[in-house]
């Protein structure tokens, strides 16, 4: 009985499994073609310093618009290519992308790129990242890597002598959505590490009344500081936000409140990255009305 009430509900589930599973298979298929006919494209957001509400740089995030299905989230794909070989492909498109077009804006603005654990556990990878910088001519300092917890658990992957290559070579790493993982403290201690970004989990609790976020928040910025890293603060939406983060201490905020992701024409028009204009980036924000 229980074998036949076990059939039933697999063949209950097995159209929804093959719907989800054929659209992960056309995913990963029409995203290598994607990656290879030129059918990404990079966003940019601020990032803005507490003190004196300075632009310091740009986090460079993914975007695919898919021939048939339209805008496709990099939450979505991203897993997928991740998954298969794909992400190497993807991410070194990614990284070879934002450092060109840093190196042509007109201020010397940070570009902050996302670096999956896959492409960071290659030993090949530090070497990519010289060879990029040699290529486009972008100062090691002004890239920031993002990297996650997921970076000293890939499998195979001699973290610390990737860290090693990378900080001889002079690039910024920093730790994204801090707080979501497994968050080992040890993590702190074995990667040196420029910058932590604290997850916009934490900021959204934090205004809601939620003193256990503001806490954590709080102690995370207290640790941040003792070990001589700058901090971020993602996702900040609102004014009520912005007035909590800079209370608790965060160097720097990143969230709608300052800007949406911008293409890079937007970005030469609303941001002044042309070099006419270079007096927004580096130089105080105008707040959002
Ligand atoms: P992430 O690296 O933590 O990027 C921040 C995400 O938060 C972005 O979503 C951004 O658009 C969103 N965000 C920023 N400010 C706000 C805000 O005020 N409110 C809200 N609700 N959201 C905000 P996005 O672009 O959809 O990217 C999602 C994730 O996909 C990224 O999280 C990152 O993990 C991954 N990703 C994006 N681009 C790349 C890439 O080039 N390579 C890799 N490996 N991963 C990428
Ligand atoms: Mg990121
Ligand atoms: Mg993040
Ligand atoms: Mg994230």
Known sequence: AAKAAGRGVHRFYEPIMHAAADRRHMLEQDLTEAVERDGLRLVYQPVVSCKGERVTGFEALLRWNHPLHGPISPGEFIPIAEESSLIERVGEWVLRKA??????WAIPARVAVNVSPTQFANPAFPNLVAQVLAQTGLAPQRLELEITEGVFMAEGSNAERQFETLKRI???????DFGTGYSSLGYLQR???NKIKIDQSFVRGATRGDNQNAAIIRSIVTLAEALGMETTAEGAETEDE???IRRLGCSHIQGFYYGPPLEVSELINKMGLDGNAANKVGH??????
């Open 99 to 104: 450092c060109e077009e840093a190196a042509r």
């Open 170 to 176: 002079g690039v910024r790493l920093a730790l994204d």
């Open 191 to 193: 990667a040196p590490l």
């Open 242 to 244: 912005i007035e909590l």
């Open 284 to 289: 105080k924000v105008s707040r959002a009305p």
